[in-house]
């Protein structure tokens, strides 16, 4: 019997600006590029990653909004078809059917029944999640199953990761006891003492739990998403695609999944973007 179960992770932390957005895409890029089948979900009202990828919003009809709103909607119409990365988008409507989950009796897991629906047509599941606290984040921990969470490399970096950290409790003992953390990821790295510090006090901290991959903070990520592009596909031989290839491969030996594919991301084929290619 196979009891794979195609892992779930949530990139989270509820401050804003850590590095969430520019990890979901350009992880789940170089998993692709490592030959493993992925599906972005994008669970933040402002669609980032959605137009990260290269999806206009003003082009999305289905979105993660509709499949979260309506039980009967038909999960197909909202899954944009790329190559190696699929991607259910959000768009702004989002942050109104947040607000419409307050108060609803268990609102808060229909994402992930609905993600279970699709499970095992993907090698692994990526959840970009909102900078707040609310239905859309809860509902990213009851469907994950690990997270890995950026941190940022300024002075205030490690506020709030004891209150993620007493979300996660509450969810474990609650609805989601598998939930766990996969990861602490330093982003936006750079040669300073501040940054330096961060590092040192994280694994202090975390010990094992911190990924060795840094992500050093670099021109070209930055760039990559007003051009829709993940940094792949922008910049290929940069700094900021050795990084992320280096978490790829973290993620697949800590998850127990997939082969490492030797060699630079720059000699591995591209792959085109997902261009609001809609499944129908
Ligand atoms: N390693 C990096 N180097 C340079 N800029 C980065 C890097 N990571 C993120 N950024 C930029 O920092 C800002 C916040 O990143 P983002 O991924 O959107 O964070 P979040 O999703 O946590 O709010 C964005 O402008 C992004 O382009
Ligand atoms: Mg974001």
Redesign the pocket.
Known sequence: MNTFRTPILAVA?QK????????AINLAQALALQDLKVLLVDLDPQG?ASQGVGVRLETIEGSIAELIRSRDYPIESAVYQGQGIDLIPATPHLSRVEREMVGITNSELRLAHRLDAVRDRYSVIIL?TP?TFGPLMNSALNAADRLIV?VDSGFFALMGIKELLAEVDEIRQGTNPRLDVLGYLL??ADPTNIAGQTWETLLSNFKEKVFETR?????K??EA?ALGKTIYHHAPDSV?ARDYLGLAQEVMMRLGIGEVVQGEASSRPALSVVQGARHE
Not at 215 to 219: A, F, L, Y
């Open positions: 932390n804003g600006g850590v590095g969430k957005t520019t990890t980032n970009d900078p950026p982003t936006l992500i050093r903070r670099s021109v990520l930055k998403p900021g």
